[in-house]
């Protein structure tokens, strides 16, 4: 099935800094790729998605673009602030079904004043 | 966007009893919902999937014995572990997904700590 590795954290930046989170995977076809949230003790939030080869998701500051040549999906962000201090789960669909997800290990992101 | 509720969102127990988590779509119908436990610090592991009338399909090593799933409605999914132990104690997510749809929409989680 398909698979998904994302980089360990956590990543510790000041605040206005520069993020990239990076997240690689192994899939049949050109499944969506999501970037999903968890902020302290809560559930996952959707952050932004791409469907197809070269699409750019965005939301909140936050950019991925899916790229089938390096079958990457990095989240990137150019000025961080206090308040994006959280986990970052990277995700894609366990199968061409599409009803599954498998996600990576998650990056915590910590961000100091 | 879609919204998904679980309730309770903590809850505290003793060893050998059983706790029932709801799972609830709150403005769309979901004929899938998904039941995941996450440990401190660590990704999600998906435990279930849990498709309306009918049976749950459980994940390798997942015990359906333990780990009961109900999805009797469209917007309703129930997950009930049943004689719970200290082990059992983590954080259960749940998700609902739209028909047509590859999105998953996640609850809020549920503490899950037996004393």
């Known amino acids: 099935g398909n698979s998904v590795t994302q980089m360990e954290g956590p990543v510790t930046l000041s605040e206005e800094a520069f993020l990239t989170i990076n997240c690689t995977y192994t899939?049949?076809?050109?499944?969506?790729l999501f970037w999903y949230v968890q902020y302290p003790g809560e559930g996952l939030q959707l952050l932004l998605k791409?469907?197809?080869?070269?699409d750019k998701g965005s939301n909140k500051g936050f950019e991925a673009t899916y790229r089938k040549e390096t079958t990457s999906f990095h989240l990137e962000k150019g000025s961080v602030q206090v308040s994006d201090s959280a986990v970052y789960f990277c995700?894609?669909?366990?199968?061409?079904?599409?009803?599954?997800?498998?996600f990576g290990g998650g990056t915590r992101l910590m961000v100091k004043p | 966007g879609a919204v998904v509720s679980q309730h309770p969102s903590r809850v505290i127990c003793k060893s050998g009893t059983s706790v029932k988590i709801e799972c609830r779509s709150l403005d769309f119908q979901a004929t899938t919902m998904f039941w995941y436990r996450q440990f401190p610090k660590k990704s999600l592991m998906l435990m279930a999937t849990s498709n309306e009338g009918s049976k749950a399909t459980y994940e390798q090593g997942v015990e359906k014995d333990k780990f009961l799933i109900n999805h009797a409605s469209l917007t309703l999914s129930t997950l009930t572990v049943t004689s719970a132990h200290p082990e059992d104690s983590s954080f259960y997510i749940c998700s609902a997904r739209e028909p047509y749809s590859d999105e998953q929409f996640f609850g809020p989680g549920t503490r899950l700590t037996v004393l």
């Open positions: 995700a894609l669909p366990r199968g061409n079904a599409g009803n599954m997800l498998t």
């Open positions: 899939a049949t076809g050109y499944p969506s």
């Open positions: 791409a469907t197809k080869a070269d």
